[in-house]
């Protein structure tokens, strides 16, 4: 281990106590233990978290404040980003995965890089009920490792199965604009969208999508704390992968 890890490692057992990261000290000594069937080419699975790739969005009461709020303002969310996408296309970006590069899956960023991205335009934020959803609802459960955003999936777009680097952050969709023909695989199972739903999954199992309708698709996803993780936890991971990106 990095010794800027070990250093800030020590440092959380000595607020949290000394077996309060175990479970992020096992993952790193041995990441392939737990390993199940479809997370096999995630690079970091930490054991005790869940064990399925499809999770009920009521499964954890803890979201269900969160989820809510989403599934509430959702057709503001809706009004908010078809405005920018009439209107400001410039703020629309290639979506940019590890693994996959496809041009016509566009991504609007809200959140990146463990920082706050107001979509500007001459000089007045243009989604508002957005903007406040990240500020105040999502401020504890967005992981400043990853990031928040609307997802634009152009007609006609596949996304081929893969898996996403590890298990300790789920991926959770508010379905904004849902064609027909329009689907998600997360294992073994397929779902579909409902338009103003959440769905949430976790991503280190393998996964795909697609638009087969001559309209966009349109969800805004969020990178999320899995639930069952402690702030121990939390800020041991934090330090554990900022540092090891910064050497690979």
Same mark, same amino acid.
Not at 54 to 83: F, H, M, P, T
């Given at each position: 281990m990095l010794p800027v890890v070990e250093e800030a490692f020590d440092g959380i057992k000595s607020i949290y106590g000394e077996d309060s990261i175990a479970r992020v000290e096992m993952m790193i000594d041995d990441n392939q233990a737990e390993r199940l069937a479809g997370q096999? $080419?995630?690079?970091?699975?930490?054991?005790?978290?869940?064990?399925?790739?499809?999770?009920?969005?009521?499964?954890?009461?803890?979201?269900?404040?969160?989820?809510? =709020?989403?599934?509430?303002?959702?057709?503001?969310? =809706? $009004?908010?980003?078809?405005?920018i996408y009439c209107n400001h296309s410039e703020l629309l970006d290639t979506y940019r995965h590890y693994l996959v590069d496809n041009s016509d899956w566009k991504a609007l960023y809200l959140f990146r890089d463990g920082k706050a991205l107001a979509p500007i335009v001459d000089g007045i934020n243009r989604m508002p009920v957005t903007w406040l959803l990240l500020q105040k609802d999502l401020k504890d459960w967005l992981c400043p490792l990853l990031e928040m955003h609307f997802s634009i999936l152009e007609p006609n777009t596949e996304i081929p199965p893969h898996c996403d680097l590890w298990n300790f952050t789920l991926n959770l969709h508010l379905a904004i604009e849902i064609p027909d023909q329009c689907g998600i695989k997360v294992g073994d199972e397929v779902r579909c969208w409902q338009q103003g739903e959440c769905l949430l999954f976790d991503y280190s199992f393998l996964h795909s999508a697609w638009n087969r309708s001559g309209q966009r698709r349109v969800c805004l996803l969020m990178d999320i704390w899995h639930p069952d993780l402690t702030d121990a936890e939390k800020t041991a991971l934090t330090a554990f992968i900022t540092e090891l990106r910064k050497i690979t």
């Open positions: 096999e $080419q995630a690079k970091w699975i930490m054991p005790g978290l869940s064990t399925t790739g499809w999770l009920e969005k009521d499964s954890y009461a803890v979201l269900s404040s969160l989820i809510g =709020r989403l599934e509430d303002v959702n057709e503001s969310v =809706r $009004q908010e980003v078809n405005e």
